[in-house]
């Protein structure tokens, strides 16, 4: 098994596999105790659109996917402030429309299209040392922002209106927290592709909210948790020789399930 | 004795608020002096609520000045004490009930993971004040209704705040810790202005010392005399109840 990890691709899927757990846990968090996962999960998809540019004008691809995710998360931002009650039909139309756009301009692009079902079922054994490299400096940019923000951000997700008496930036925070959500979303889609992204996001910080005694137990140990599947579901894929993603979104599953099981066996035998 | 008691902390001057072209509140002038201990009742969906939410800046009036301590209510907004009548966040929110009176303590600077050490002993006595210090390391969604309320209190009063707004304080506690609760906030009372919500006019008590009367129009009275008329202009004349002026309760019967 240890030869294994002496495969540059193996050492880089590791390293990716655990920027993209940390950012998962941290973000993740946020978003579940937010109640904002079909947010995250509008610009999850419409960051498709993104893809679609970057194939149609040949541009490089994790930039222009940045910034497009980035633009999508400050229109939400923007949209999700001025009319809260109507946020999900927001989310669900620029949801529909990025994805859309990214077929069409997949579609008009000349050449291959061998590459893009890596964008949705991810591809964890290509990553190549240039994202490895980007995802170190998303990441410490991810774990600086949380810290420093933290308390604010657990005032605006817990009481959003105590927290805007107390003078907490809470407009600023919301802007802060959408980008950062975009930022996660296009670092994982290389690793874990867009179908699966969600499950990174919300599988371990949905467990760990309702064992936890606050926002920092909670974003720490999901990262733990995460890195566990990504790493487990790793070595399980390439032993049977099965889709990566996939792998690791149904180790956090049978994990997910066991977890609920004993939380709910635990809840019946106080009683 | 001088006392500064003349000074005004909180003004609408000719305020009107609508919500999506519903008007909620027209034509409010109201003057809050310090140290002034105030209940604000009226019918459900009178404008209770949205009068506290105006004085704190939450809402923007349509028309019409606020000020609180004397400037615009988002500038002062963080000199005041608010218990809303839940916090937003729901009950699964993994949060301690020492951490949730910390968020009290937050300003506009206060940044990083960590509470300081000031800030945590502030929080404790809070607790200890509203005894609920044993409580501390409890997940907030663990409690009762009553003991989240005395929580939502404490995180209010962490702030020394000098003017500080209750949002039916008084719902899910029972008798005896309604009483000791109105204690507590008559002891507060020495050192801030305190404006609290009913729906329940039974719960008056001796300690209030003005009254203002919700239903769209604002009504302000100094020393709780209500009477008949005021109780008919705010409920209707549809049921009975228990008014307490003066400490002395009284039914009144609206006519059948």
């Known amino acids: 098994m240890l030869e294994l990890f002496n495969f540059p691709f193996f050492q880089n899927a590791v390293i990716a596999g655990i920027f993209v757990s940390i950012a998962c846990g941290l973000i993740g968090s946020l978003v579940v105790v937010n109640r904002s996962v079909f947010l995250a999960g509008g610009i999850a998809h419409a960051a498709y659109g993104g893809v679609g540019l970057a194939f149609f004008f040949a541009l490089p691809a994790f930039p222009t996917i940045v910034i497009f995710s980035v633009a999508i998360a400050l229109i939400m931002a923007g949209l999700s402030l001025e009319k809260r009650e109507r946020t999900d039909a927001i989310i669900g139309v620029l949801w529909a429309i990025g994805m859309a756009m990214g077929i069409i ?17 991810g591809s964890i054994l290509t990553v190549p040392d240039s994202d490895v490299k980007l995802m170190a400096i998303l990441n410490l940019m991810i774990i600086g922002i949380v810290s420093f923000y933290y308390k604010d951000f657990i005032a605006i997700s817990y009481d959003r209106e105590f927290a805007k008496v107390r003078g907490v930036p809470v407009v600023r925070l919301h802007f802060i927290f959408l980008i950062m959500v975009a930022i996660c979303v296009v670092m994982t889609i290389r690793a ?19 064992v936890s005694k606050s926002l920092l137990q909670m974003m720490m140990l999901s990262c733990v948790l995460n890195i566990l599947f990504v790493l487990s579901g790793l070595l399980i894929s390439y032993y049977l020789d099965l889709t990566s993603g996939a792998t690791i979104i149904l180790v956090a599953g049978v994990f997910f399930i066991i977890f609920q099981g004993v939380l709910k066996l635990i809840h019946l035998t106080r009683r | 004795m001088k006392d500064d008691g003349d000074k005004c902390v909180l003004e609408f001057q ?80 993994p949060i301690t009930v020492l951490d949730n009176v910390l968020l009290g303590t937050l300003d506009a600077n206060s940044k990083g993971i960590f509470f300081s050490k000031e800030a945590i002993e502030k929080a404790r006595a809070a607790l200890s004040l509203v005894g609920m210090d044993e409580f501390r390391d409890k997940r907030i969604g663990d409690l009762s209704g009553g003991q989240v309320q005395r929580v939502l209190l404490a995180r209010a009063i962490v702030s020394d ?18 009483c000791k609760l109105f204690d507590l906030m008559a002891d507060l009372n020495n050192k801030m202005t305190i404006c609290f919500v009913t729906h329940d006019i039974g719960l008056l008590s001796q300690y209030v010392k003005s009254v203002i009367c919700v239903n769209q129009k604002v009504h302000f009275h100094k020393a709780p005399k209500i009477t008949k008329d005021v109780a008919k202009l705010l409920m209707g004349e549809t049921c009975p109840m228990e008014l307490i002026a003066h400490g002395v309760p009284h039914r009144v019967l609206g006519s059948h």
Do not use: W
């Not at chain 2, 019918?43 to 506290?52: D, E, I, R």
């Not at chain 2, 009036?61 to 606020?66: F, N």
């Not at chain 2, 301590?69 to 004490?81: D, F, I, N, R, V």
């Open chain 1, 105 to 121: 301009l997949i579609d008009l692009s000349p050449g291959y299209n061998v590459d893009l079902m890596s964008y949705l079922f």
């Open chain 1, 192 to 210: 874990v592709g867009l179908i699966l992204i969600m499950a990174l996001m919300t599988i371990a910080p949905f467990l760990l909210e309702q």
């Open chain 2, 14 to 93: 000719g305020v009107d608020f609508s919500f999506n072209s519903a008007k909620v509140l027209v034509d409010v002038n109201l003057k809050i002096y310090k140290r002034d201990f105030v209940a604000i009742i009226g019918p459900n969906g009178g404008g209770k609520t949205t009068l506290v939410k105006l004085a704190l800046g939450l809402l923007k009036p349509d028309r019409g000045q606020i000020y609180l301590l004397g400037k615009e209510p988002s500038k002062t907004c963080h000199l005041a004490g608010y218990m809303p009548q839940y916090a937003t966040g729901e009950k699964g929110f």
């Open chain 2, 161 to 178: 705040p000098e003017i500080l707004f209750l949002d039916e304080p008084m719902a899910n506690i029972d008798i005896s810790g309604q």
